[in-house]
């Protein structure tokens, strides 16, 4: 389970960035389904449009974190590929860097597809390969020393914009388009790597569970690889794909 309270003061402001963008064509959906919801970041926004909210999440530390911040959300466990919803229940829905953890990225799609109305619309974000400098300094200080940084996920055939989009399309979707949105995490590089490591997750959460000599060599490593971004920020770029269903 990921501490959530950490991955809130972490992970969630670099996060942060991507909702705007995310919400950008749904801001009139009155029923908006927030998949993946994580500490809440795309839940808050979607209420302050006048959005219904329900917002799901696979670990049971976001799904509390996130009921009790925001009362107005109907807040639930969930895991895609399968959702505990009725067919067409909402006009739209987003997902901030879920589809990414999925572990079948066609069946996801189907299913988000489902709960969809007819018309409804569908917003998804994931990170541009070899272009999130904020999270590949940890991945390499682990390599760096001799800790591995886990398997690639099933996702990486599915990030290029051109396979996503055809993804979109044979799960039944129109209209599909993937943008790009580059900025600069500025934040202390001591408070990153406390908040990246202490949630806990399946990457980094490893480093915590290290011998204390080990834990120590990576952040050493950290240390050297993310001086040269201390001023001026991590340059992150992520996708963000729109589509409807017909």
């Known amino acids: 389970m990921v501490n959530a309270d950490a991955y809130d003061r972490g992970f969630a402001r ?10 950008a064509r749904s801001r009139s959906a009155r029923r908006l389904l927030d998949v993946g919801c994580g500490s809440g970041v795309v839940t808050e926004a979607a209420l302050a449009l006048g959005s219904e909210v329900t917002a799901v999440d696979a670990d049971p530390a976001m799904v509390e974190l996130t009921a009790r911040r925001f009362p107005g959300a109907a807040v639930r466990r969930a895991t895609l590929p399968e959702l505990p919803f009725d067919d067409g229940e909402f006009d739209a829905v987003a997902g901030n860097f879920v589809i990414n953890h999925v572990p079948d990225t066609a069946a996801s799609l189907r299913e988000l597809r489902r709960v969809l109305r007819p018309g409804g619309t569908l917003a998804l974000s994931w990170w541009a390969a070899g272009e999130m400098t904020a999270t590949a300094v940890l991945s390499d200080a682990m390599e760096a020393a001799g800790l591995a940084s886990g398997p690639p996920r099933p996702f990486a055939a599915d990030a290029g914009p051109e396979r996503f989009a055809a993804l979109l399309a044979a799960a039944g979707f129109a209209d599909a388009e993937v943008e790009s949105v580059r900025w600069r995490h500025r934040v202390d590089l001591d408070a990153w790597w406390t908040e990246v490591v202490g949630a806990g997750g399946a990457r980094f959460g490893t480093i915590g569970r290290q011998p204390a000599a080990v834990a120590g ?10 001086a040269p971004y201390a001023r001026d920020g991590f340059p992150v770029r992520a996708h963000i794909a729109h589509a409807r269903r017909p």
């Open 14 to 23: 670099l996060s942060r960035h991507a909702v705007a963008p995310l919400l």
């Open 217 to 226: 060599l990576v952040r050493a490593h950290y240390e050297r690889l993310a």
